[in-house]
């Protein structure tokens, strides 16, 4: 197959590789040079400031709250999720009860049911979660307080996103709510390929669930568990936590920048402030960030990989 | 989602006969008999509870989409008196979703076809032809997918607005596409791999070029996984939010995602919540409606990434 192979070859990869280049990759070159001027983004005349950018960036106050709270996105909403995940996984395909003679471990009924249910927000698109959950969590009006009310909880309407100490919480429960159908999916099928004999193994060695979740499930799932973790992670570093902090609240990043995030940042001093050579900075800040988040968990969650 | 999943599925209820302990995560085992039934209706009802969860916000954003403004704010869980339909015709013409509609509809396309054409070109080389660089090239396309987008976007505001391409339709298209293409030469060069190297060899034998073979004989067979990965970028591009919010500002060209968050700031002041609601509900109808019909393509598409 050597007839003409190269002039294939660049043919076939002059198209994409040259719009990736133009439009990815220049820019992320052009992103960590600026990092290092005075450009503005509004004139196109700048000069190099060496690492002024950089040392403004250390005394900001704001920039440490927007690394504190997107750290907070990337650990917390992967480990709730997961959790959750992991948890109505299990209910579904272990949950169900036994019958002599059956499998060792039997599903709930109408499984796929749920399945399909809990798939539903991931369909959506993020923008729009955050808008409906936005009405929602309305202190007066929303579908939340009022339905406190509803079952005689009135006296206990909170401010939601209005809190500067609870608007963070509610927007990563909106990102918890929107993936965790995701990953109870992803992780069934990991479950449905693990052979019924483990199980019954277990079993007759007196197992009980959590045992046989603890001992079997997890560890063989754990591949799954950790590529979900980083992938997850770098979308809560990113565009849905753009997404929904920018659309939810209020400023946007809530009450006293109690819900600024990286990335939010980023944009707000790029487009809003006229500072792109210090909106780069950041960003520059947050690549670190998103590669030693996604080192970390790739290291410490190695394990033997188990064959089965 | 059926094929992923052999056994879950249990037919009529069978008397419960349990022998075995198996106790709920947390239960000391009681009366071997009734611990079954109690972890069947423990599972059972969370399962119930998180289906309720994810249901009841969509259901309460139908159900807003018909009622007027004052019932909105008064009595948010009431059922609407009389169906406003008008909200619906008011929020497709006057609030203009459907110029966001249309725009979407050519955004998405045009670059959800350019993407798998583009996509499967530079993939196909990759995976099936030996040459110096072709590692090189693979990775810098993989890195893509865990840079975080909004470092690359601040520059590339201006690269596209250089180019005379910001606010236009087919410069979002573009930067679709190659924002599209890390995952989408991940996945295809897997898949590539994964098919029979023969066929190709013998129809070369047969005096076919390159280009012939990868669009008569390679693209048919890759059908599978062209229906996977496209599935899964059309419903990343059609709810994709943060690269419309940069690179797209005109208010004419605006996307349903933007045109929505635009029109929830913007009813703020004219006060037409129901309008929004309804604005809300037509947008995720259609993406809901179409996962329930292909509903085993769609997870398929989604989870196939992650299971690599």
Same mark, same amino acid.
């Given at each position: 197959?050597?007839?003409?192979?190269?002039?294939?070859?660049?043919?076939?990869?002059?198209?994409?590789?040259?719009?990736? !280049?133009?439009?990815?990759?220049?820019?992320?070159?052009?992103?960590?040079?600026?990092?290092?001027?005075?450009?503005?983004?509004?004139?196109?005349?700048?000069?190099?400031?060496?690492?002024?950018?950089?040392?403004?960036?250390?005394?900001?106050?704001?920039?440490?709250?927007?690394?504190?709270? %997107?750290?907070?996105?990337?650990?917390?909403?992967?480990?709730?999720?997961?959790?959750?995940?992991?948890?109505?996984?299990?209910?579904?395909?272990?949950?169900?009860?036994?019958?002599?003679?059956?499998?060792?471990?039997?599903?709930?009924?109408?499984?796929?049911?749920?399945?399909?249910?809990?798939?539903?927000?991931?369909?959506?698109?993020?923008?729009?979660?955050?808008?409906?959950?936005?009405?929602?969590?309305?202190?007066? %009006?929303?579908?939340?307080? %009022?339905?406190?009310?509803?079952?005689?909880?009135?006296?206990?309407?909170?401010?939601?996103?209005?809190?500067?100490?609870?608007?963070?919480?509610?927007?990563?429960?909106?990102?918890?709510?929107?993936?965790?159908?995701?990953?109870?999916?992803?992780?069934?099928?990991?479950?449905? %390929?693990?052979? !019924?004999?483990?199980?019954?193994? !277990?079993?007759?060695?007196?197992?009980?669930?959590?045992?046989?979740?603890?001992?079997?499930?997890?560890?063989?799932?754990?591949?799954?568990?950790?590529?979900?973790?980083?992938?997850?992670?770098?979308?809560?570093?990113?565009?849905?936590?753009?997404?929904?902090?920018?659309?939810?609240?209020?400023?946007?990043?809530?009450?006293?920048?109690?819900?600024?995030?990286?990335?939010?940042?980023?944009?707000?001093?790029?487009?809003?402030?006229?500072?792109?050579?210090?909106?780069?900075?950041?960003?520059?800040?947050?690549?670190?960030?998103?590669?030693?988040? !996604?080192?970390?968990?790739?290291?410490?969650?190695?394990?033997?990989?188990?064959?089965? | 989602?059926?094929?992923?999943?052999?056994?879950? @599925?249990?037919?009529?209820?069978?008397?419960?006969?349990?022998?075995?302990?198996?106790?709920?995560?947390?239960?000391?085992?009681?009366?071997?008999?009734? @611990?079954?039934?109690?972890?069947?209706?423990?599972?059972?009802?969370?399962?119930?509870?998180?289906?309720?969860?994810?249901?009841?916000?969509?259901?309460?954003?139908?159900?807003?989409?018909?009622?007027?403004?004052?019932?909105? #704010?008064?009595?948010?869980?009431?059922?609407?008196?009389?169906?406003?339909?008008?909200?619906?015709?008011?929020?497709?013409?006057?609030?203009?979703?459907?110029?966001?509609?249309?725009?979407?509809?050519?955004? $998405?396309?045009?670059?959800?076809?350019?993407?798998?054409?583009?996509?499967?070109?530079?993939?196909?080389?990759?995976?099936?032809?030996?040459?110096?660089?072709?590692?090189?090239?693979?990775?810098? #396309?993989?890195?893509?997918?865990?840079?975080?987008?909004?470092?690359?976007?601040?520059?590339?505001?201006?690269?596209?607005?250089?180019?005379?391409?910001?606010?236009?339709?087919?410069?979002?298209?573009?930067?679709?596409?190659?924002?599209?293409?890390?995952?989408?030469?991940? #996945?295809?060069?897997?898949? &590539?791999?994964?098919?029979?190297?023969?066929?190709? @060899?013998?129809?070369?034998?047969?005096?076919?070029?390159?280009?012939?073979? &990868? &669009?008569?004989?390679?693209?048919?067979?890759?059908?599978?996984?062209?229906?996977?990965?496209?599935?899964?970028?059309?419903?990343?591009?059609?709810?994709?939010?943060?690269?419309?919010?940069?690179?797209?500002?005109?208010?004419?060209?605006?996307?349903?995602?933007?045109?929505?968050?635009?029109?929830?700031?913007?009813?703020?002041?004219?006060?037409?919540?129901?309008?929004?609601?309804?604005?809300? $509900?037509?947008?995720?109808?259609?993406?809901?409606?179409?996962?329930?019909?292909?509903?085993?393509?769609?997870?398929?598409?989604?989870?196939?990434?992650?299971?690599?």
């Amino acid at each position: 197959m050597q007839h003409g192979k190269y002039r294939f070859i660049v043919g076939f990869l002059a198209l994409p590789l040259g719009l990736y !280049a133009l439009f990815v990759i220049w820019p992320f070159i052009q992103s960590i040079y600026y990092s290092f001027t005075d450009w503005t983004g509004l004139s196109p005349e700048f000069k190099t400031v060496g690492l002024g950018n950089y040392r403004r960036m250390l005394d900001d106050q704001i920039f440490w709250k927007s690394l504190w709270h %997107s750290l907070l996105f990337a650990l917390l909403v992967p480990l709730v999720t997961i959790g959750l995940a992991l948890f109505l996984s299990f209910m579904i395909n272990a949950g169900g009860r036994r019958r002599k003679g059956g499998p060792a471990v039997s599903g709930v009924r109408g499984s796929s049911f749920y399945k399909i249910v809990y798939f539903f927000p991931q369909v959506l698109s993020i923008a729009i979660v955050a808008l409906l959950f936005a009405f929602a969590y309305n202190p007066d %009006s929303g579908a939340i307080n %009022s339905f406190l009310r509803g079952i005689g909880l009135g006296g206990v309407q909170p401010l939601w996103l209005g809190d500067p100490d609870l608007a963070l919480w509610c927007v990563m429960a909106v990102l918890v709510w929107s993936t965790v159908g995701f990953f109870v999916v992803l992780f069934s099928a990991g479950m449905a %390929s693990i052979p !019924a004999d483990l199980y019954e193994a !277990a079993l007759l060695d007196g197992a009980d669930r959590a045992d046989t979740f603890f001992r079997v499930t997890l560890p063989l799932l754990w591949d799954t568990v950790q590529s979900g973790w980083v992938y997850l992670g770098i979308l809560a570093l990113g565009a849905e936590s753009f997404a929904v902090v920018q659309i939810m609240t209020t400023g946007p990043g809530g009450p006293d920048y109690s819900t600024t995030v990286m990335v939010l940042y980023v944009y707000q001093k790029a487009f809003r402030d006229g500072q792109a050579a210090y909106a780069t900075t950041i960003g520059v800040a947050l690549l670190v960030v998103t590669l030693a988040f !996604a080192a970390v968990v790739m290291r410490l969650g190695r394990r033997e990989r188990l064959e089965y | 989602m059926k094929t992923t999943e052999p056994t879950t @599925e249990p037919p009529a209820p069978v008397p419960v006969t349990v022998t075995k302990t198996d106790g709920t995560p947390g239960r000391p085992a009681a009366a071997p008999k009734s @611990e079954g039934r109690v972890l069947n209706v423990f599972s059972h009802g969370l399962l119930v509870l998180w289906a309720v969860m994810v249901v009841l916000p969509l259901l309460w954003a139908v159900m807003t989409s018909f009622k007027d403004d004052r019932s909105i #704010f008064s009595s948010p869980w009431a059922l609407p008196r009389t169906l406003h339909l008008d909200n619906w015709s008011r929020a497709w013409t006057e609030a203009n979703m459907s110029d966001y509609f249309l725009n979407t509809v050519l955004v $998405v396309g045009g670059s959800l076809i350019g993407t798998l054409v583009l996509g499967s070109m530079a993939a196909y080389v990759l995976a099936r032809f030996d040459f110096p660089g072709n590692r090189f090239i693979y990775y810098l #396309f993989i890195g893509g997918m865990s840079f975080p987008v909004m470092l690359a976007l601040v520059p590339l505001f201006y690269v596209v607005n250089n180019m005379g391409l910001l606010n236009t339709l087919h410069g979002l298209i573009l930067v679709y596409i190659a924002y599209s293409l890390p995952f989408t030469v991940f #996945f295809l060069t897997a898949f &590539f791999r994964t098919l029979p190297v023969s066929v190709a @060899e013998a129809a070369f034998v047969d005096g076919a070029s390159h280009t012939r073979i &990868f &669009f008569q004989i390679m693209l048919p067979m890759a059908k599978p996984g062209l229906i996977s990965v496209g599935i899964f970028n059309f419903l990343g591009q059609w709810n994709q939010y943060m690269l419309p919010t940069v690179l797209n500002t005109d208010p004419d060209k605006r996307v349903l995602t933007q045109g929505l968050v635009q029109l929830a700031v913007s009813q703020g002041y004219k006060g037409d919540w129901s309008g929004l609601f309804a604005g809300l $509900v037509m947008a995720m109808l259609p993406v809901l409606a179409a996962y329930i019909v292909f509903q085993r393509q769609v997870v398929q598409g989604l989870t196939a990434g992650a299971l690599k």
